[in-house]
Nanobody, 126 residues
Framework: QLQIVESGGDLVQPGGSLRLSCVISGDNLGAYTVGWFRQAPGKEREGVACISSGGRKTDYLPAVRGQFTISRDVAKNAVYLQMDYLRPEDTAVYSC???????????????????WGHGTQVTVSS
């Protein structure tokens, strides 16, 4: 059974940066397409970034394109979300999710995912 653990959430001032980490155990990260999602209070969950199992393709929610960067380290079985120029509207619980798709050459933030972590809180406030 795949397990996912997120970390890195914190309280940060507007304009600040955070890097979230998602560590996967139970299988090889290289076989999984991984996405980052967020859910703010009173709002639906939305996908913000994903990276294909092949590692070469990424996709972003238009609202965060150029602000967030997803990356991975297969040796560490970890996926990261670098978030810069944070705004109060970025406040949410951020969750990492994965689906087993070996050699997949694309991903979509709108796709469905099979394995989920519990999330990490990001609060942007002065």
């Amino acid at each position: 059974q795949l397990q996912i653990v997120e970390s890195g959430g914190d309280l940060v001032q507007p304009g600040g940066s955070l890097r979230l980490s998602c560590v996967i155990s139970g299988d090889n990260l290289g076989a999984y397409t991984v996405g980052w999602f967020r859910q703010a209070p009173g709002k639906e969950r939305e996908g913000v970034a994903c990276i294909s199992s092949g590692g070469r393709k990424t996709d972003y929610l238009p609202a965060v394109r150029g602000q967030f960067t997803i990356s991975r380290d297969v040796a560490k079985n970890a996926v990261y979300l670098q978030m810069d120029y944070l705004r109060p509207e970025d406040t949410a619980v951020y969750s990492c999710a994965a689906k087993r798709r070996p050699a997949q050459s694309y991903c979509s933030v709108a796709g469905s995912y099979d394995y989920w972590g519990h999330g990490t809180q990001v609060t942007v406030s002065s």
